[in-house]
């Protein structure tokens, strides 16, 4: 990704723009007239990093949810609770859905696949 760019003209920052009929990406002052062609076609670009922790109350938060379907034909192997919570996603560096399950036990909020 690109740093933030000045014009060499004037030095005030360059703006993203496109160049419709050329189908490019310019870098424009909005001061004078001078452009130059982007070399990285990325503008922005955001990253989101979660650590441990944010991914743990996420799924914990997930047994509170009253729009995603509940069974009692599970037992949590951590606290032997009788309910659990469940969804299906893509598992990591799998294909197809896997079937999760997470304990409505508050105290718990083990999670395991089917």
């Not at 990325?42 to 047994?63: F, I, K, P």
């Not at 729009?67 to 606290?79: D, E, M, Q, S, Y």
């Not at 309910?83 to 718990?108: D, H, I, K, S, W």
């Amino acid at each position: 990704m690109s740093t933030m760019k000045f014009c060499r003209e004037c030095n005030n920052i360059l703006y993203p723009k496109e160049d419709r009929d050329q189908k490019i990406l310019l870098y424009a002052c909005r001061n004078c007239d001078h452009q130059e062609v982007a070399e990285n076609n990325c503008v922005y670009r955001n990253e989101v990093h979660h650590s441990a922790g944010e991914r743990t109350q996420v799924l914990q938060d997930v047994a509170a949810d009253p729009t995603l379907p509940r069974t009692k034909a599970v037992i949590c192997a951590n606290c032997k609770h009788g309910e659990a919570v469940f969804f299906q996603a893509t598992a990591r560096g799998e294909e197809g859905m896997t079937l999760f399950f997470v304990c409505c036990n508050p105290n718990c909020g083990h999670r395991w696949r089917d």
